[in-house]
Each structure stands twice: as C-alpha cells, then as structure tokens.
C-alpha cells in the first residue's frame, strides 16, 4: 500500500487545478509529478487519488458555470413534462450531454485492468503528449471557428464525448486537447469548443472520481490527504478556468502546442536516462 501525505496531496491538488481544464493533460503531468516524488503510478490507490481530487476540479467549473448550469438542468426537467420546452436548445444540449457520457463510461469500465496497468506508463504519457500536440495543431488549423455554442448539434456533442476516450487510454492525450481539438475539427470556435469541453466533462470526471474513491480510501490513501488534495484542486482550477476562457478569447493554441512537446521530450530524456522510473 502506499500512502500519499498531506504535503504531497497539496502539491498534486495545485498540478491538477491548473492542468485539469487546460489541454495539456492533468493525468499527464499528475504522474510526472508522482514520478518525480518517487510515489509509484500505476499504484491502485494512486490512480484512485489522481480520480478523486479532480472532483475539485469539477466542483470548479460547477460554481463558475452555475448560471449556465441552472438553466440548463432547470430546461431538461421543464422539458421531461412539458413538450413545448423540448424544442429548446438548453433541453436538447442536456440529453446530449447525458448521451455523449456513455461512450467514455462503457470503455473505461471495459479498459480498467489496461488503464491502471500498462497504460498507466511514464512512456505512455511522454508519447501521448507530443502526438496529441500534433492533432491539436492540425485541428486549430483545419478549424473555421465559425460556429458558437449556440450552434452545436448531438453529432457535435457525440463526437466530442467519444474522443474523450483517447485521453482516458492514453494519459498524455489530455481529455480537454482532445476534446476541444475535435470541437475545432467541427468548425467550432475556440471558446465555443472550450465550454463544450467543460460541460462534456461534468459528468465524466464526477462519476470517475466517485467509482475510484473506495479504492483510494481503501489501498492506502487517508481521507486527510484526499480532503486536502480535492479542496487545492478546487480552488486553483476556479482561477485557471477564468484564466483559460480569456486566453482562448483571443489566442490560438499554439503556445499550448509547443508546451506540449517541450514536456514530452523533457519526458522521454528523464525516463531515458533512469532520473524517472516510468
């Protein structure tokens, strides 16, 4: 069993509220950061912690995006007895996100022996991240950006909500690069795609932390530092989420590209020179 103390909780809870929204990989950099702390990470209750404390995260984009997310739960339950509001986007966009869910749920279920095995490698991570970089610069320049939110279809929410698979096998990929990558695919533009990516990942990152919490209390990992760990998270994924919108505002994601591939070559050096076990 391996324990995760109360000073390492807060540092994996700040890597994972600044990563977890931005498309860079949160499990990525989670497990450089456990790799560099000599925490082992494919541990069962290591992976459950890393699931746990992205709730923070979530629980982040549920104060931020709490206006959004009333009216559109408060749409979907007008909508289950009243026909007319069926017609409404914000009662469709609900059902899509419901839809959108099932993909990543049946596959992470299914996959679960590979992803806290070997899939859970150091090397997995470095590839993954310099090849999704390639995809998302291919997407941001293939994108027309002309379509907003108000815009997207079920075939846009489903597409989006299957390639959050790649992320969840291939940590590295980054569940945010690859959904807002596909959203850009589809013409959408880039704030358009980032609040997809954010609504698209309510459910599925809520659910994933919830199954994996008996394992992280239960291998190892005490409720202090899961507590901890959580409420860091929370609290620096809000400002990185504020900060995110903004950029993407204004910004392609070039910068986010090469960051990328910076830290996946850095990656791939530290685990071949044995200074990382992967």
Request: aromatic share 10%; proline share 3%.
């Amino acid at each position: 069993m391996t324990a995760i103390s109360v000073g390492q909780a807060v540092i994996l809870g700040v890597v994972e509220g600044v990563t977890e929204f931005l498309p860079v990989s949160s499990t990525g950099h989670l497990k450089i950061a456990e790799g560099l702390m000599s925490i082992p990470v494919d541990d069962k209750s290591v992976v459950g912690f890393s699931a746990v404390i992205q709730v923070g995260a979530i629980a982040a984009v549920l104060v931020y995006f709490f206006k959004d997310i009333k009216r559109i739960v408060s749409a979907w339950f007008r909508g289950l007895t009243n026909r007319e509001e069926r017609y409404h986007h914000d009662y469709k966009f609900a059902w899509w996100v419901i839809a959108a869910t099932v993909p990543i749920v049946l596959v992470g279920l299914a996959a679960k022996p590979l992803i806290e095995g070997p899939l859970a490698s150091l090397w997995v991570v470095a590839g993954s991240l310099i090849v999704g970089s390639g995809v998302m610069w291919c997407a941001d320049q293939m994108g027309r950006h002309k379509r907003g939110e108000d815009d997207t279809s079920f075939k846009d929410a489903m597409w989006v909500g299957c390639s959050q698979i790649l992320a969840l096998l291939f940590p590295g990929f980054s569940r945010s690069g690859a959904t807002m990558s596909t959203a850009l695919v589809l013409d959408l533009d880039r704030v358009a795609a980032t609040r997809l990516s954010f609504f698209l990942g309510i459910p599925a990152l809520t659910g994933a932390g919830i199954y994996e919490l008996k394992d992280a209390l239960g291998a190892g990992v005490g409720a202090a530092p899961l507590a901890v760990g959580t409420l860091v998270s929370f609290i620096v994924a809000y400002a990185s989420i504020a900060w995110l919108l903004k950029f993407v505002a204004k910004h392609s994601f070039n910068a986010f590209v090469i960051y990328r591939i910076v830290i996946g070559v850095a990656l791939l050096g530290l685990l071949g020179t044995g200074v990382l076990n992967a």
